[in-house]
């Protein structure tokens, strides 16, 4: 339960993701991320994956038509508090999730998006023209982003060879989306810190640049990280964390989470999400 | 976490089952059980429902390929105790399902089927051909069966009207199948009492035919009850509960699940499956 939650109404966050069968990623993830959150979890599925701890076999999209139905069928009964937007798979969807997200009235900074692009094991989880109205459509929406260094790369369009690229890459994208609060996840890099931009950057008395240290955590279970960690910023969020302290507490769940997981399959393994039930 | 398996190996449990978005019932809703009970939960869903708290309004079936490479894909993988099946939606979906526990080398008595054929809203969620498929070909395979009331009805093709009729059905479905241990669930009738009917019935010393008195809970939290008992009762039956002991639990579980919900959506909503997080 977040602190200060337990005697408030029951909150509902909406991921909008893939389905990953092991449950290490995607909607499924998701849940759990948000149950350790004291969050209600509900899920709209983009794509159906074909993976196990050891890579992504096969991307199957939903039709758009389904998507549509789903969100407006949970819109209609339940109120949403708070949506994360993970894989997208292609241009249709992301055009049903930005239409969907643009009528929610649910406000910007209750929209996190995982701007998932590729897997790790290098597979595409969103095609060109996808990754075109994502810019376009999705990005002008949504009130967070949570790139890795690679994506923060693909979405500017410019090398972020290192650490120190960062900070100018981040400020790259924020040029063209100001209302955007951008946390860049360094698990790839050597020192694996997280760098925050809120928005308006430095250019508002508020905004600010910020780097959050991480800690190399010897472990195979690293599937589903980045997945983890936008959940677990959305639901700090939805308790009312101003940003620091939103995204500070988010990557200490992550590190939590890894280190208690146990061995699970024989490739990349799931956090464990729910560690505070042991 | 499960008594007794806190320095044990991470068990790991399957559901195969449908998709619901808003996460009362379907594969969402049994990780949630499994993860309650300190079992790792893998996922394949077998059809995609477009639903909420009010009643399913769309189900799309899975093609039969991508449920069986998705099966295929998580048993390579990762060492599975236990499955749980639960909606299977037409007779393709059954015989994959089918194919796979043939093949898995998993104990029959490791195989809970929740035989889900209409929706509490009336919906055929299991077409005719599917439910000829099921009753010839996964109910040998399965060691645990847990219909309610209806569904008893319908597999055994007798009308099973009130509490005293449902010893008879029991003993007919043993009759056709010896080796399946019956948990008839009665939340539908009018006190809400279950009753179990383990593989040889009285015919053999270890055999036992049991009711176990239920309690009605003053809740609109009713939707997934059957789907959360089925679960509840594969992971007692994997932490090595005897299966009146296993019953009893699954059946107290989700009493608690009810008892801890919190209002959600406008129509029958979830349990609290993650109740110890409070």
């Given amino acids: 339960m977040v602190k200060g939650l337990s005697n408030s109404k029951q909150l509902v966050a909406l991921t909008i993701a893939g389905f990953d069968p092991s449950s290490g990623a995607g909607v499924t993830a998701d849940l759990k991320v948000f149950a350790a959150h004291g969050i209600y979890g509900l899920a709209a599925v983009t794509a159906l994956t074909v993976q196990s701890t050891q890579g992504v076999r096969r991307v199957e999209p ?8 789903t969100l407006d069928c949970l819109a209609e009964d339940v109120e949403i508090s708070g949506i994360k937007v993970g894989m997208l798979a292609n241009d249709r969807v992301v055009d049903v999730v ?30 060109d023209e996808g990754l075109n109205r994502m810019k376009t459509a999705l990005l002008p929406l949504v009130g967070w982003i949570t790139p890795n260094v690679d994506e923060l790369a693909i979405l500017t369009e410019t090398p972020v060879p290192g650490r120190e690229d960062v900070p100018e890459a981040a400020a790259r994208l924020a040029a063209t989306y100001p209302a ?15 760098f925050l931009r809120t928005a308006g950057g430095v250019t508002r008395a508020d ?8 800690q190399r955590i010897q472990t195979t279970a690293t599937h589903g990280t980045g997945c983890a960690f936008s959940s677990a910023l ?16 988010a990557k200490n769940y992550v590190s939590e989470a890894m280190k208690a997981a146990k061995p699970i399959g024989r490739g990349r393994g799931p ?3 729910l560690y505070r039930l042991d």
């Fill in 62 to 69: 939903i039709s758009p038509e389904i998507l549509r139905q």
């Fill in 98 to 127: 930005s239409g969907f997200l643009a009528e929610s009235g649910i406000p910007a900074g209750r929209m996190v998006l995982d701007p998932i692009i590729s897997s790790t094991s290098g597979r595409k989880l969103l095609l």
């Fill in 180 to 194: 955007l609060n951008i946390v860049v996840s360094g698990g790839h890099l050597d020192a694996p810190d997280d």
């Fill in 207 to 214: 905004g600010i640049t910020r780097w959050f240290p991480g």
């Fill in 234 to 249: 959305l639901a700090r969020l939805l308790a009312g964390d101003p940003p620091s302290e939103a995204v500070a507490a």
């Fill in 271 to 273: 956090l464990h999400h």
